[in-house]
């Protein structure tokens, strides 16, 4: 069993900052990519960015140029740096890995969410 667990969440006013860490723990042999995805009040789940083992990265349009994704795969952990916030922003954020496990099993696992508003 695998479990992600979110923090660094909140309430922030337009253009100010917050950065998301997430921890994963359990059988894990690997994770290969780590990402995080945000829901609005009814819209769909969306990515935001992912970040391979390797480094490589991959950002929503919406948030290129604003938001930075990194991991330390040692602590097995990925975060996400989030400045000139916007008030579009404002959604639950969730964390998420694809995980091999030390017994051979692979795996989409997901964080509880953390909720992220962003005033006006």
């Known amino acids: 069993q695998v479990t992600l667990v979110e923090s660094g969440g909140g309430l922030v006013q337009a253009g100010g900052s917050l950065r998301l860490s997430c921890v994963a723990s359990g059988s894990i042999l690997s994770i290969n990519p780590m990402g995080w995805y945000r829901q609005a009040p009814g819209k769909q789940r969306e990515l935001v960015a992912s970040?391979?083992?390797?480094?490589?990265?991959n950002y929503a349009e919406s948030v290129k140029g604003r938001f930075i994704i990194s991991r330390d795969n040692a602590k097995k952990m990925v975060y996400l740096q989030m400045t000139s916030l916007k008030p579009e922003d404002t959604a639950v954020y969730y964390c998420?890995?694809?995980?091999?496990?030390?017994?051979?099993?692979?795996?989409?696992?997901w964080g509880q969410g953390t909720q992220v508003t962003v005033s006006s």
């Open positions: 970040i391979a083992s390797g480094g490589s990265t």
């Open positions: 998420n890995a694809h995980v091999l496990s030390l017994t051979g099993i692979l795996g989409n696992y």
